[in-house]
């Protein structure tokens, strides 16, 4: 697991910002919704790419959907490393509203949940074989599982921690919002 350096916490401190939630911590949620919403958007590709091979069963189709499903080992790498630096920074926060803790521990505990679904680590490293073989049983379960993860990746990036600090009137305008993306 990464973790973040105490001088670059420090240093991250003096640019931030003071109150609900510091500058420094703000641009570490920033950076680990970023992960989140690419995987929404390789599941959206790998639907895609799913659908044209269906009806075309080409080599090329077939190549380009597992190149995207081999993207989902990368997307969750990177979401651990910026889930580890945003933890540490929220641990490491001086200035911090105990309810925006609250509500960025809580978004942070769905996130994770999120990227270590069942479904998803089934569809990393299953859905290539099924490819392979020509499963087409197999491969119409994986992308109906992408497809129902894609609305949960979705969901949850409409149900981010910005709701709840705004209902805490807490928010800083500039927390990530699907529509950021």
């Known amino acids: 697991m990464c973790r973040v350096r105490s001088d670059s916490i420090v240093e991250d401190k003096k640019a931030g910002s003071t109150g609900a939630l510091p500058g420094y911590v703000l641009s570490r949620f920033k ?3 970023e992960p989140v919403n690419a995987m929404r958007m390789t599941l959206i590709t790998i639907l895609q790419y799913g659908a044209l091979w269906r009806q075309t069963l080409s080599l090329e189709t077939a190549k ?8 989902i080992i990368f997307i969750r790498e990177q979401f651990a490393k910026q889930m580890d630096i945003f933890d540490e920074a929220l641990l490491n926060a001086d200035n911090i509203h105990p309810d925006a803790f609250r509500a960025c521990s809580m978004f942070l505990i769905k996130l994770d949940q999120l990227m270590n679904k069942f479904e998803l680590r089934s569809l990393q490293y299953h859905f290539a074989n099924a490819i392979d073989n020509k499963d087409l049983e ?19 990036l409409k149900d981010d921690v910005k709701t709840e600090l705004e209902a805490l009137s807490l928010t800083d305008s500039s927390i990530p919002t699907l529509k950021n993306y």
Do not use: G, H
């Open 138 to 156: 197999k491969m119409d379960s994986y992308l109906e599982s992408a497809n129902k993860m894609s609305a949960e990746f979705s969901e949850a």
């Open 64 to 71: 380009q959907l597992k190149s995207t499903v081999t993207k």
């Open 31 to 33: 950076r680990m919704i």
